[in-house]
């Protein structure tokens, strides 16, 4: 059950205001290996045009009364928001609605729904959807390093954005003592506790059916497939069977293919309103978004973001982390997650109750979008009321946000 408090704050939050910023429907797609999975051969844009669709339809509303689209997208074609535009008019969506792309790496998600949510809270807009998109297939690689001037490279921080995601979840092992044999042992459970989830079809409700084509590498002949489950998901992983895995990224080090996030494609839409709009359209209200926070931290551990963004975020709401019901944290890397759980001493029970990225994998620009479906899909599930969502930044920044389920 939902936990039970008496704090004023508490009881505020579950308050319902005409003001609110509320979530009307919030969907993904599967999540699927990179240059392996289901969408290895389908492009970034027709995945969130697909969601973008789903999320409206799925409540009849008209697309006409969608003001404005942020998409978050880290590594988007050619250098620009025209994909996630064409997407959307793809989607039905009228000429009439604006949208922007957004870049703030692995919170690029959650950066665009609480950007869609603070247009509704200063009345600029009435209905948005905040989404994220990433093929990591077509994007991911020595494409997406950018090119610095020296000048700026003589700065030792500046040069630390460069250095590459799996030694910064070396050096947070190295600094915070975090042994190999903890990370394995976390994440063979996110494995577990994803399989479950899966196999319980706990993941249905939350992700749509995306009919696509594959091409098969060996006879090259194309397939209409139909794409409905997270393909990065194993049974049967144990943190015997991590342990036997060689470090990916240094001689003697700890981080490994199966206690990181697997490359992954995927998209993930939120649709928002302010509460009293929802109410006289007779839109389903699912949840609340409260507000969210950013943090900056070293860019060489950066992936102690969210053991900082979080508890600046529940000082902005005025509760304490033993009021929220559960968090769901992207597991970047076992080290970092491992990290910012013990810093913030948070249960270890509480935290992404379906599994996580380590299982499910992260599609960067997606995931905290998708963090916000499934979610609001847990909390469903399992009667529960105040949730936090939570990720790291490359480049040294952490990001969270707090929600209300009122499923």
């Known amino acids: ?28 797609s599967a999540m699927t290996k990179g240059r392996k999975g ?41 250098g620009g928001a025209s994909a996630a535009r064409m997407a959307a008019l793809h989607a039905g969506i009228p000429n009439t609605t604006a949208l922007n792309t957004v870049n703030r790496q692995c919170s690029s998600g959650l950066t665009a729904v609480t950007q869609i949510a603070n247009e509704i809270k200063a009345g600029q807009i009435d209905i948005g959807i905040g989404a994220g998109v990433e093929s990591m297939t077509h994007g991911y690689g020595s494409r997406a390093a950018p090119e610095v001037s020296d000048a700026i490279l003589a700065n030792q921080e500046s040069e630390d954005c460069l250095i590459p995601m799996g030694i910064t979840s070396e050096n947070v092992a190295a600094d915070f003592n975090i042994p190999r044999k903890v990370q394995d042992e976390f994440s063979a459970k996110s494995f577990q506790k994803a399989a479950a989830a899966n196999k319980a079809g706990k993941f249905k409700d939350e992700i749509i059916p995306i009919k696509t084509t594959i091409i098969d590498p060996k006879t090259e002949k194309e397939a209409e497939i139909v794409v409905d489950s997270d393909d990065g998901i194993r049974d049967g992983v144990t943190a015997e069977s991590l342990a036997k895995l060689k470090p990916a990224f240094t001689k003697n ?16 839409a939120v649709l928002l309103a302010r509460r009293s709009v929802a109410k006289k359209l007779g839109l389903p209200i699912v949840g609340k978004f409260v507000t969210s926070a950013v943090v900056g931290v070293p860019p060489r551990i950066m992936g102690v973001g969210p053991a900082f963004a979080i508890p600046k975020v ?13 968090y769901e944290i992207n ?18 029970e509480k ?28 909390a469903k599930q399992n009667g529960k009321r105040v949730f936090v969502t939570s990720m790291c930044i490359g480049s040294g920044m952490g990001m969270a946000a707090v929600f209300v389920s009122e499923h």
């Open 38 to 78: 289901g969408f290895k051969d389908t492009k970034p844009d027709f995945i969130l045009s697909n969601v973008l669709k789903a999320v409206y339809t799925r409540v009849n509303l008209d697309p006409k009364l969608i003001e404005d689209i942020a998409v978050g997208n880290v590594l988007p074609p050619g």
């Open 331 to 348: 597991e970047a890397f076992a080290s970092q997650a491992v990290f910012s759980i013990q810093h913030l001493k948070i249960p270890f």
């Open 351 to 378: 935290v992404n109750l379906n599994g996580g990225a380590i299982a499910m994998g992260h599609p960067l620009g997606c995931t905290g979008a998708r963090q916000v479906a499934t979610g609001l899909n847990i």
């Open 1 to 28: 059950m939902a936990t039970q408090s008496s704090s004023s704050a508490y009881q505020r939050l579950l308050e319902k205001r005409d003001d609110d910023v509320v979530i009307v429907c919030a969907l993904r």
């Open 314 to 326: 529940l000082d902005l709401v005025g509760i304490t982390k033993d009021e929220v019901d559960f």
């Open 253 to 268: 080090g700890t981080t490994h293919a199966g206690n990181a996030s697997q490359v992954s494609d995927g998209a993930a």
